[in-house]
């Protein structure tokens, strides 16, 4: 039976980003990982270079598939944000990811944090170019809406807490309808500040 390296990096990672997103990168096992991916450890480092390579390189991707999945747009914004809060329901491992992100890495090194940097000015430049006034309102724009969005996955107790109803599918759905409402008053907002130049 041949050995088929490029099946065996996708189940690498597909077992990383899942065991990453359950443990964080300080509580991943490299040992999980393998055995999760029917694969040998030094595998990960021959492919991936360590831990704390591959958990950067699986957020990337995580960030890049969202990227890919919606455009965020000021002349169509609503429904923009209505499949946003769709992906990150249907792929909770990317806030899972960002947070564990966020409480294990120090200072300003982030790895593959460059390319990102890059990813998200050219998002910004998007919404300008899409009508929003300047890079201070495009950048404060894109994190206010990502954060109205990912807010409702990032603390889901803190969800079932605050809206205390037993029917959480129906809560969810009622705070996608509200998230989508304020999108379009930002829209609109950003539309009447346009037309006011």
Not at 80 to 102: A, K, M, T
Request: hydrophobic share 45%.
């Amino acid at each position: 039976m041949r050995y088929d390296a490029e099946a065996t990096r996708q189940r690498l990672f597909q077992a990383a980003t899942a065991e990453f997103a359950e443990h964080g990168l300080a509580g991943a096992r490299i040992d999980r990982i393998a055995a999760a991916a029917q694969a040998n450890k030094q595998a990960i480092y021959l492919y991936y270079g360590g831990k704390e390579k591959l958990f950067g390189l699986v957020v990337r991707a995580k960030m890049d598939e969202i990227c890919h999945a919606v455009t965020l747009d000021p002349r169509t914004l609503p429904e923009s944000v209505g499949q946003l809060f769709d992906w990150y329901q249907e792929h909770p491992e990317l806030i899972r990811l960002l947070l564990w992100e966020s409480l294990e890495t120090t200072g300003d090194r982030i790895e593959g944090g460059e390319e990102r940097l890059r990813s998200y000015r050219g998002h910004v430049d998007g919404l300008v170019e899409a009508g929003l006034e300047g890079r201070e309102t495009a950048q404060d724009w894109l994190f206010t809406v990502l954060g109205l969005v990912a807010w409702n996955f990032a603390v889901p107790q803190l969800r079932r807490l605050i809206l205390d109803e037993p029917d959480q599918e129906a809560a969810v759905a009622r705070r996608r309808a509200i998230v989508v409402d304020l999108a379009r008053t930002l829209a609109e907002q950003a539309q009447a500040t346009a037309a006011g130049r």
